[in-house]
């Protein structure tokens, strides 16, 4: 009925033979939620978090990057890709969103501490996660899609 699959489609070799797979365990009408990292988000996480803006400049048409936690080289994709392999996958799509839209770029890690600011934060995310062009720039998006 529900598969999730949360931070796992950058590591995968074959994107859509997997969400294929996936797809295959669900039963008619079942629901994929799929979370991964947002190609489309590599230049502002360059440009802001690492503050490298020639990295920045060479991200911008990047497939890959290099993941630090697990050594190991991942492939990115944006959420409007996911969705055309999910379709393909025979699922429709039926809403996605952005995920840490504003928080994984606002460095000041010791002021997301302070609880009102937290929860400043906490608005801002929610009201931008389902709104165009916000949410395309997400550091994640979360597709949910429902088998055919």
Request: negative net charge.
């Amino acid at each position: 009925d529900l598969v999730l699959c949360h931070n796992v489609l950058q590591y995968v070799a074959d994107a859509p033979a997997s969400l294929r797979g996936l797809s295959s365990l669900l039963a008619p009408g079942g629901l994929i939620s799929l979370v991964s990292l947002n190609r489309l988000s590599s230049v502002y996480a360059a440009a802001f978090l690492r503050q490298d803006l020639r990295f920045a400049l060479a991200e911008i048409d990047a497939r890959t990057m290099h993941s630090t936690l697990f050594d190991t080289l991942l492939t990115i994709y944006s959420a409007q890709e996911a969705c055309a392999m999910l379709e393909a996958a025979g699922c429709v799509v039926e809403q996605d969103y952005g995920l840490l839209c504003i928080t994984s770029y606002w460095g000041d890690n010791e002021r997301k501490r302070d609880p009102v600011i937290y929860a400043q934060l906490e608005q801002l995310e929610l009201a931008l996660t389902d709104k165009e062009p916000y949410k395309r720039l997400a550091r994640y998006y979360q597709v949910i899609a429902r088998k055919v």
